[in-house]
């Protein structure tokens, strides 16, 4: 198989590069778990088989059981208070000890806690929540949500957009990876090109209000009956960062044909952006706010769908009815990470990194012609692969081999779309390790 033709999100378990770096596990153990992964695990992309066996993660590190250490600079977006965070692993433990699970029909301190916690981070009215262990289902739950609010189910969404992998939420992605042997999709999901501020899919300029958002409201206008416009404020695999215009711009078409905006920021919320939440950058505020993975400390499972409160409108059905919902080992750990990130005053370091990133990011890209774009915000970045930057053709393959090249040198991260280099380390990184890590692409990148 040609390796362009299977480089879509993420790397690929069967490409040529995987079958080299499997070929150079010497150490006996990490053979073993390997193999017997490949074999007790259903293989799928991106997961069985593997590409290593982790022993231990810390902070801003990945340790394997062979002994190499990585600085991992894709974490899932789990890892906004770092790995192991002390102070979430205390509270974490504290209440194992005092009530582990909380049966549905009964409420707990904790789950009350972080409801009332998000109610005053959030502006407005958006002080409604209900939780979950998984993005995805956060989806669902407000895709439900705007289908009793509106009476309406069609919903429009982006193309390359991820949204998680229940067929709700792969019905509203925009990745043909994940649909591909899984129609028929959820009904009346219409999609529309995203802002993409290198490709400029409808033209113009990426970051200009009248294409991308305008297309949004012509096909609101010629479909109708639209419930609901679904988003990642700030797309996540390969970082696209609309401009302030375009979302006040989206807010304003929203609010003129009754349509709900859906705000994803599962991946990016809790300070990835430099700010707690993505869309206060943008001046806007969704009407269904999804939170997700960093939401449980990196260490348990949690998510959330927070909306208005004139919306607590279905009282009569079950939007979510997830086991674990009201769970006080997620309350702790959301309200521990919450608390690490305000007490640490993380939000002006990140923006700080995110300066001197760009910087050096941009220096890169002055020196080696295989970037064509770098682009991002805080500390999530992207740098986009091409083989010629007049025609922008994407480098795929030298993505992959660049990955794998940059995991010997001991920096971990994932590539996403094919050709871009998605980074997002812990946001408590020091200087010295996003240095450490600059010198590891700059070193790469020579090979290119
Ligand atoms: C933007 C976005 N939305 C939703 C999800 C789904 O979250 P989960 O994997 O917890 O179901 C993800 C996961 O990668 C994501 O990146």
Redesign the pocket.
């Known amino acids: 198989m040609n390796d362009n033709n299977v480089h879509v999100e993420g790397d690929v378990n069967i490409s040529g590069e995987r079958l080299k770096w499997d070929s150079q596990h010497t150490d006996l153990l990490t053979q073993q778990i390997l193999a017997d992964d490949a074999r007790y695990f259903l293989h799928q992309s991106m997961s069985s088989p593997c590409l290593d066996v982790l022993q231990e993660c810390n902070g801003c590190e990945i340790a394997t059981v062979s002994g190499r250490t990585l600085l991992d600079f894709h974490g899932?977006?789990v890892h906004q208070a770092g790995y192991g965070n002390d102070y979430v692993v205390k509270r974490i433990n504290e209440q194992l000890q005092k009530l582990p699970f909380s049966p549905r029909r009964y409420t707990n301190q904790p789950a009350v806690n972080l409801a009332k916690k998000l109610a005053d981070l959030l502006p407005g009215d958006l002080n409604r929540s209900l939780f979950t262990p998984?993005?995805?289902?956060a989806?669902g739950m407000a895709i439900k949500l705007a289908r009793v609010v509106t009476g309406k189910h069609k919903v429009i969404s982006h193309w390359d957009?991820?949204?998680?992998?229940s067929l709700d939420?792969i019905s509203v992605g925009g990745e043909s990876d994940f649909k591909k042997h899984m129609g028929p999709m959820m009904p009346g999901v219409i999609h529309i090109p995203p802002p993409d501020s290198y490709r400029n899919i409808l033209g113009g300029n990426g970051h200009d209000p009248h294409t991308h958002a305008d297309y949004l409201e012509y096909v609101i206008r010629k479909e109708g009956d639209i419930g609901a416009f679904i988003a990642?404020t700030i797309r996540?695999?390969d970082v696209q960062v609309p401009s302030k215009a375009y979302w006040q711009r989206i807010r304003e078409i929203c609010d003129k044909y009754g349509v709900l905006l859906i705000l994803?920021e599962?991946?990016i919320a809790l300070g990835r952006t430099g700010k707690m939440f993505a869309f206060e950058h943008f001046d806007i505020e969704p009407d269904i706010l999804?939170l997700?993975?960093g939401l449980g400390g990196g260490i348990i499972?949690f998510?959330a769908m927070v909306t208005r409160d004139k919306y607590n409108v279905a009282q009569d059905i079950s939007l979510g009815h997830y086991t674990h919902e009201k769970s006080p080992l997620g309350s702790v750990a959301a309200l521990a990470t919450i608390e690490f990130l305000e007490k640490e005053n993380i939000f002006e370091k990140v923006i700080q990194d995110g300066l001197w990133i760009k910087e050096e990011l941009n220096h890169l890209k002055d020196k080696f012609p295989i970037i064509g774009d770098v682009r991002g915000i805080g500390l999530l970045w992207a740098i986009e692969l091409v083989k010629d930057r007049e025609t922008k053709e994407k480098a795929s393959a030298e993505a992959e081999a660049f990955m794998y090249d940059c995991m010997r040198g001991g920096l971990s991260f994932k590539v996403s779309q094919g050709n871009v280099i998605q980074l997002s380390p812990a946001l408590t990184v020091s200087r010295k390790e996003l240095q450490k890590a600059l010198s590891i692409l700059a070193l790469s990148l020579e090979n290119f």
Request: hydrophobic share 30%; glycine share 12%; charged share 10%.
């Open positions: 899932n977006n998984a993005g995805t289902s989806i957009s991820f949204h998680g992998a939420a990642e996540n695999t994803d599962i991946p999804c997700g993975k499972p998510a």
